[in-house]
């Protein structure tokens, strides 16, 4: 079998999620059996313009200027993974999307300065198809491996699981955070991580998103009456990763 | 590839080994295979009844036998492409092997239909698990009292097993009409939902037994004409669709009330479960 | 039955005489709460706790369960049972898994549960802390005490325990045990008596009543009501003693050339549970998060109540804890439908 042709790109992002999966050690190397990667900032200084079998894009679209670079890799790609919070749902970029000052905010009377051009955080898959979404901030190491193996064995479809965090944290038997008088978003958090935040003693801060038709209002109640969050901090809880995730996005 | 296993542990989830005789695409999303146990012995089973068809390495789905028992050695499966479990099955091609578990559940009571005359409706896709009865009627035609089959699809593109199709609509043995949602320039046929069929005959009589397989919405408007003709809820049996995960009445993703999908179905009497709710 | 008296200071030498035999999965201390685990050290041993996050199936039927392993060449079965001691089960976990060996080994028997539970020997114990949503005194209070082999009653200065099966008996030699006084025996009854009265929450209602009432509110306001606050995320699902069911998927090892085909335990408050893929994307049939926390109440006070003689629930209160809306509550839910 051929080695598969793979190439990372990063748009708005930290870059963490390539780092993250270098850090992975043995797996990583033994995927490379299977995978050659031909474009790869963190790791390596080359680049191609050739087509690929599968772009892995980090980071969100945030730029208009984006777009073109988007597109191009999109038409040289078999497929295109969006691997990452940023990519998957515009992550903690996103956090900025209900004020409309963030540029003065953040770099005073140098915002409008054109290098600085900044929109609302969008996902990948605003710019272009997407075939692949794999959330997380960072992405977790084991699905990325998971997702990448299926795709080495022709398969078109991955199951990432639909239901919340709290399915996984019971399933390790994780003390609840509330039950340690914490507050912890796991409730309409999204799963496939499995848990391991709550089970270092951290609430879920929802970095893959949120489920679909999650209960933010519950949500809400039960940061304030069971987490002790003052009312301001459950109503803004949610927007640190799933800002694009909420009712009112 | 071979099972190696524990006889004293006999696991109900290990799969029989099927090679893949003939595979076929019939529409732009299903996929007809002809399989055979590797093991070389036959696999016998009721029309009516289903598998868990898999591929390791991507899981396993459930599926209405395809063909009639009586058809020989081979049997007939269809894979309607969609998840990451059959669109793997759809790559698969003659040559290759899949695994089966099965047959699980209960069937048609073929007995009870000898002798009298059948109707069968079938939407879409549910053309599939009820091809068994279909097959078994013709091949057992003298059993069987006057039979009419309704097949209605989205549109003349859905049409599965075009071949059948054609050598039904000639044979004088039944009765078949078909009908779709949305025509196109060169179909000739009916345009409508399935229940407009019955309009057009005057066959179908209280006596008649009657066999419904179909999208989930299809089954309370066709039992809403059986009613008005007068065809008792007992002689009406339903075949229903579930996700099932383990097909032995455990994994509980079937479960319609305290009826289970693979195990007390996927034939149902329609008047054993009209009562439960969330059934059809 | 035999009935022996264990001494408090001889309950250490007995552990760790089990301990030198079997792998002993027993309750310790997890944060704030208590888990099954594997014994590691005698002192970890927690008898007097509450109750644990996961029921004591896991022991047998852990939350993610090989069934198949594969390779290129072919696939083999993954039981593979090792005998083991579970020690410190409450008696309503006993009857919840009482429960569990009927829903596995009836109609089609499943080895994959059934192979270890039957390698492991349940040795019982009483409850001697109760947790605060713990209703087992009226939950199927009648239901007898079956499939433990010994079981431990805390009284004054040790334990009465008593010897139910052979296996149990066997284990008499591994530890200083006398035979016990009437007054032992009468206290230990007592003990365990006074455990069932003294529950915190409490149920009304019998197993008739319970199973017609709820079954007859299928259309009540009352689901959608509760259900307002409800997450669907499966919490009450994944603790509960007697819930089943499972996901099956299978998973490439990285070689990309074997893997394994596993059961996951799953929850019907889920959405995916009920969906059915579909040309559309999917089709569910408990769309609303209203039907899906019924189903739960359907399946646990009326389906199963059928076919177990009582409701399929022990009244460990594990999915009142587990739920952070405070909305699963089976003592709640159902006395306020035998109240319609």
Redesign the interface.
């Known amino acids: 079998m051929a080695k598969v042709k793979c190439a990372w790109f990063d748009f708005a992002s930290c870059e963490g999620c390539q780092i993250e999966l270098t850090n992975y050690g043995e797996p990583f190397v033994e995927l490379l059996e299977h995978v050659e990667p031909v474009e790869f900032r963190e790791a390596m200084s080359e680049k191609t313009t050739e087509p690929i079998d599968v772009a892995f894009i980090e980071g969100s679209f945030t730029r208009e200027a984006d777009r073109r670079r988007l597109e191009e890799i999109r038409e040289r790609a078999g497929v295109v993974v969006a691997y990452g919070a940023c990519a998957a749902s515009g992550g903690v970029n996103a956090l900025k999307n209900h004020t409309d000052d963030y540029a003065e905010e953040v770099y005073g009377e140098d915002a409008k300065r054109p290098h600085l051009d900044s929109q609302k955080a969008l996902p990948i898959s605003a710019a272009i198809k997407v075939d692949y979404e794999i959330p997380g901030c960072p992405m977790d190491k084991a699905e990325f491996i998971r997702v990448v193996e299926q795709l080495v064995h022709g398969t078109s479809k991955v199951y990432i699981p639909s239901y919340p965090v709290c399915v996984e944290c019971k399933r390790r038997e994780t003390v609840c955070r509330y039950d340690d008088g914490d507050h912890c978003l796991g409730p309409i958090s999204l799963a496939g991580c499995g848990a391991p935040c709550p089970a270092d003693g951290i609430p879920c801060e929802a970095c893959r998103g949120m489920v679909a038709n999650p209960n933010e209002a519950a949500m809400e109640l039960v940061l304030k009456e069971n987490g002790n969050l003052p009312e301001r901090w459950a109503k803004d809880k949610s927007r640190m990763f799933t800002a694009n995730h909420r009712g009112d996005a | 590839m071979t099972c190696t296993c524990n006889d004293n542990n006999e696991s109900i989830f290990l799969p029989h080994v099927a090679d893949i005789i003939d595979a076929q695409m019939i529409t732009s999303t299903e996929k007809h295979f002809k399989l055979k146990l590797q093991s070389g012995e036959r696999f016998d089973y009721e029309p009516g009844q289903i598998v868990e068809a898999g591929l390791f390495g991507y899981g396993e789905v459930p599926l209405g036998l395809a063909s009639s028992p009586t058809n020989g050695e081979s049997f007939d499966l269809v894979v309607r492409v969609l998840g990451k479990v059959t669109k793997a099955l759809g790559d698969l091609n003659a040559g290759d092997t899949m695994t089966i578990r099965g047959p699980l559940g209960n069937g048609f009571p073929v007995d009870e239909f000898k002798g009298e005359d059948v109707l069968i409706v079938a939407g879409g896709i549910g053309l599939c698990p009820v091809r068994s009865m279909i097959e078994y009627i013709l091949h057992h035609r003298a059993d069987f009292g006057k039979f009419t089959l309704f097949f209605g699809a989205k549109t003349p593109h859905d049409l599965l097993f075009e071949e059948d199709l054609e050598a039904w609509r000639c044979d004088s043995c039944m009765h078949y009409m078909d009908t779709v949602d949305t025509p196109d320039a060169a179909w000739k046929g009916n345009v409508g939902v399935i229940t407009t069929l019955f309009e057009k005959t005057t066959e179908i009589t209280p006596a008649t037994k009657v066999i419904i397989c179909g999208p989930p919405i299809m089954y309370k408007f066709v039992i809403r004409e059986l009613d008005m003709i007068g065809v008792p809820r007992s002689n009406i049996f339903v075949d229903l669709e579930r996700r099932m995960k383990c097909g032995v009445g455990k994994c509980g993703h079937c479960q319609i009330n305290d009826k289970y999908v693979c195990m007390d179905g996927p034939v149902f009497r329609y008047s054993e479960i009209e009562t439960l709710e969330e059934a059809i | 039955m035999k009935s022996y008296f264990l001494s408090d200071q001889n309950l250490s030498a007995f552990v760790e005489g089990l301990m030198s035999k079997y792998p002993v999965i027993a309750p310790v201390a997890?944060?704030?709460?208590f888990?099954f685990d594997k014994l590691v050290d005698v002192s970890e041993l927690r008898l007097d706790y509450d109750t644990t996050?996961?029921p004591p199936k896991?022991v047998f039927f852990p939350?993610?369960q090989d069934?198949?392993h594969?390779n290129k060449?072919?696939?083999?079965?993954?039981?593979d049972?090792q005998e083991q001691v579970l020690l410190g089960a409450h008696p309503h976990d006993i009857k919840g898994i009482a429960m569990s060996d009927i829903?596995?080994s009836d109609?089609?028997?499943?080895?994959?549960y059934m192979?270890n539970r039957k390698a492991t020997i349940i040795i019982g114990s009483s409850v001697q802390n109760h947790y605060k949503h713990a209703f087992f005194g009226t939950m199927n209070a009648d239901r007898g005490l079956t499939g433990h082999d010994a079981f431990m009653t805390k009284i004054e200065g040790g334990y009465a325990v008593d010897a139910v099966t052979e296996k149990g008996e066997s284990l008499v030699a591994l530890g200083a045990f006398e035979d016990a006084t009437e007054a032992q025996v009468a206290a230990a009854t007592e003990v365990n008596r006074k455990a069932e009265e003294d529950c915190p929450e409490k149920l009304n209602g019998t197993a008739a009543e319970i199973r017609e009432k709820v079954r007859n509110s299928?259309d009540s306001p009352v689901w959608d009501e509760f259900a307002?606050?409800?997450?669907?995320?499966?919490?009450c699902n994944?603790?509960c003693c007697t819930c089943?069911?499972?996901?099956?998927?299978?998973?490439?090892n990285?070689?990309?050339a074997s893997?394994s085909?596993f059961?996951?335990?799953?929850?019907?408050l889920?959405?995916?549970?009920?969906?059915?893929?579909?040309?559309g994307g999917s089709?569910n049939?408990?769309e609303d998060?209203g039907?899906r926390y019924r189903h739960r109440f359907?399946?646990k006070a009326a389906?199963?109540n059928?076919?177990l003689g009582g409701p399929a629930c022990t009244g460990c209160g594990r999915c009142s804890?587990?739920c952070?809306?405070d909305i699963a509550n089976p003592a709640t839910v159902i006395n306020k439908i035998l109240e319609q």
């Open positions: 997890k944060r704030s709460r888990v996050i996961l896991k939350a993610k069934l198949i594969f060449d072919g696939f083999t079965s993954a039981i049972p829903f596995y109609r089609e028997y499943d080895n994959n192979a299928f307002e606050k409800c997450f669907s995320c499966g919490s994944i603790v089943y069911c499972f996901d099956v998927q299978d998973e490439w990285v070689d990309g893997g085909r059961r996951l335990w799953d929850a019907c889920t959405t995916e549970f009920s969906e059915v893929t579909s040309p089709e049939f408990r998060r039907e359907m399946r389906y199963l059928e076919q804890g587990a952070t809306a």
